[in-house]
């Protein structure tokens, strides 16, 4: 059994396989022949891919793991179908040194996790590359993918094109730009994810959308957070638009409820470097902020794996 999960900016990419009955797929059970994957997918946090068959492959990659070292074509040397790294503790990191909130995902989850993550993605370059493509093609039936972007979406296009921003609009529009000197068509966020989601689906997977995180709503002095912004609610309505096979987590809104719950002097000190990229321990409180998002809302595809009470989780339902 394995969680994937793919975010833009400081996020990250896991992937849980379980059988179709909730019974924890391991070398312990033998009920192995059908398995979810559950991807969350997205963003800035480095990437890597975990598991190997072979006890030398399982310690190198978490060792490689452990010291954030892995790139993207050593992702490919180690097979997330088996194992899952060790999960990290906050505390285990130096403040300065960003981690996506999907690292400590685990720690709420019964199931393995492995991240898909790459840094500084967005709806749009993380199709261009091919990535929701070779996430497709590693889905089996009953698999769950969180996708969570909006971080790198925003800016402008033609001759500022930064490969990542996105066609204005909330649905087929497109956009003429160029990048790298090639004249490119660019389409909207909620096509890119709504195509992904539909790519999923189409394999028989499940769909989580996650809204993206909020800043530092403490910056001003006060506390601030309004709806979180356009991409917010174009994530909504992609999981909407999806069907039965999707839902949706307002993981911006239970974030930012934490956020408050916890005060200034602690979520300030969250944010050591900007007010974008939260420190271990922010990134931390941003995974609890999830999974009581997904528990408030009665756990959906991820119901009987999550570990925490509802009420152990700060901030309260939405």
């Not at 296009?157 to 990542?164: A, E, M, V």
Request: hydrophobic share 35%; aromatic share 10%.
């Amino acid at each position: 059994m394995v969680v994937g999960v793919i975010v833009g900016c400081l996020d990250v990419c896991f992937g849980f396989r379980v059988p179709d009955i909730p019974v924890l797929r391991s070398s312990s059970h033998s009920l192995l022949r059908h398995a979810f994957l559950k991807s969350i997918i997205g963003g800035c946090a480095g990437s890597y891919s975990v598991g190997c068959s072979k006890r030398s492959c399982r310690e190198a990659c978490a060792n490689r793991i452990s010291s954030r070292r892995l790139d993207d074509g050593e992702s490919k040397w180690c097979n997330y179908r088996y194992t899952s790294p060790p999960i990290p503790k906050p505390e285990s990191h130096t403040n300065t040194h960003p981690l996506g909130w999907g690292v400590f995902l685990p720690n709420s989850l019964t199931l393995p996790v492995v991240n898909k993550a790459i840094g500084g993605r967005s709806s749009r370059s993380y199709t261009v590359e091919g990535r929701f493509d070779e996430i497709a093609n590693l889905v089996k039936p009953n698999d769950i993918v969180i996708m969570e972007f909006g971080h790198n979406d925003g800016g402008g296009l033609g001759s500022g094109d930064n490969g990542r921003s996105v066609c204005p609009g909330t649905g087929s529009e497109t956009c003429q730009s160029t990048y790298n000197g090639q004249a490119v068509t660019v389409h909207t966020f909620p096509y890119y994810l709504t195509e992904a989601g539909k790519k999923l689906i189409a394999k028989g997977a499940k769909v989580i959308v996650s809204s993206q995180t909020p800043n530092n709503p403490w910056e001003g002095g006060s506390f601030s957070y309004t709806d979180g912004g356009r991409f917010v609610g174009y994530a909504r309505d992609v999981a909407k638009a999806l069907g039965s096979n999707a839902m949706y987590v307002d993981h911006g809104a239970y974030t930012a409820d934490i956020f408050k719950t916890l005060g200034k002097a602690k979520v300030d000190a969250f944010f050591p470097v900007d007010h974008t990229h939260p420190s271990p321990a922010g990134s931390d409180a941003v995974a609890k902020a999830f999974v009581k998002g997904i528990q408030c809302g009665g756990g959906g595809f991820l119901n009987g794996f999550v570990k925490n009470a509802t009420a152990s989780i700060p901030g309260k339902c939405l």
